[in-house]
């Protein structure tokens, strides 16, 4: 059985299957581009301890904020104030504090100055502590804080339990209002 081969047929299927090779390659590629683009985590990691951190309270002396102190669980709350989702988060946080009342240190960390901070809280009537990092970029490298709003939940070990980036949602405030308040 003699068969023909037609040269236009085998050019086609060599075409055919180099076409392929390329949409595959072309996929891989274009699956590794969108990983390097992704932002990295924002935010602390869920187990990281949290050192002290040397603070400026809006009402007060310098202090160190001191969260493994092993009585309670703790709420940072780091905003800046010209932040439009921070101010839209701050209706949630007062909320928040409201319901779980001082079973929890709820503490509001600005990344702003000491003036407008202290304009900001009274502006916005927050219920909660506030202060600023003594030495902010220290802080924010310290905790991979990388946007505001975040809410950070560290455990009475002073270990942190959870974080959350950007406006909270009814869902995460839910899980937030359950923390701990042993």
Same mark, same amino acid.
């Given at each position: 059985?003699?068969?023909?081969?037609?040269?236009?047929?085998?050019?086609?299927?060599?075409?055919?299957?180099?076409?392929?090779?390329?949409?595959? #390659?072309?996929?891989?590629?274009?699956? =590794?581009?969108?990983?390097? *683009?992704?932002? @990295?985590?924002?935010? %602390?990691?869920?187990? !990281?301890?949290?050192?002290?951190?040397?603070?400026?309270?809006?009402?007060?002396?310098?202090?160190?904020?001191?969260?493994?102190?092993?009585?309670?669980?703790?709420?940072?709350?780091?905003?800046?104030?010209?932040?439009?989702?921070?101010?839209?988060?701050?209706?949630?946080?007062?909320?928040?504090?409201?319901?779980?009342?001082?079973?929890?240190?709820?503490?509001?960390?600005?990344?702003?100055? #000491?003036?407008?901070?202290?304009?900001? =809280?009274?502006?916005?009537? *927050?219920?909660? @502590?506030?202060?600023? %990092?003594?030495?902010? !970029?220290?802080?924010?490298?310290?905790?991979?804080?990388?946007?505001?709003?975040?809410?950070?939940?560290?455990?009475?070990?002073?270990?942190?339990?959870?974080?959350?980036?950007?406006?909270?949602?009814?869902?995460?405030?839910?899980?937030?209002?359950?923390?701990?308040?042993?």
């Amino acid at each position: 059985m003699n068969m023909k081969v037609d040269g236009y047929s085998v050019f086609l299927h060599v075409a055919l299957v180099a076409l392929c090779l390329v949409v595959v #390659l072309l996929g891989l590629e274009n699956q =590794r581009l969108r990983r390097s *683009l992704e932002p @990295p985590p924002s935010g %602390p990691v869920i187990g !990281q301890s949290v050192d002290s951190i040397r603070w400026q309270p809006l009402d007060g002396e310098e202090a160190t904020l001191d969260l493994a102190s092993g009585e309670r669980e703790s709420l940072l709350l780091v905003f800046t104030t010209d932040c439009p989702a921070c101010r839209e988060n701050q209706q949630a946080w007062k909320a928040l504090h409201q319901e779980i009342g001082d079973a929890v240190n709820v503490v509001g960390i600005s990344l702003s100055e #000491l003036e407008a901070t202290r304009s900001y =809280r009274d502006t916005h009537a *927050l219920s909660f @502590p506030v202060g600023v %990092p003594a030495k902010p !970029q220290e802080f924010t490298e310290s905790l991979a804080i990388s946007g505001v709003p975040m809410t950070i939940r560290v455990g009475p070990d002073g270990r942190v339990r959870g974080s959350w980036s950007g406006t909270l949602s009814d869902r995460q405030l839910s899980e937030l209002s359950k923390a701990d308040r042993g």
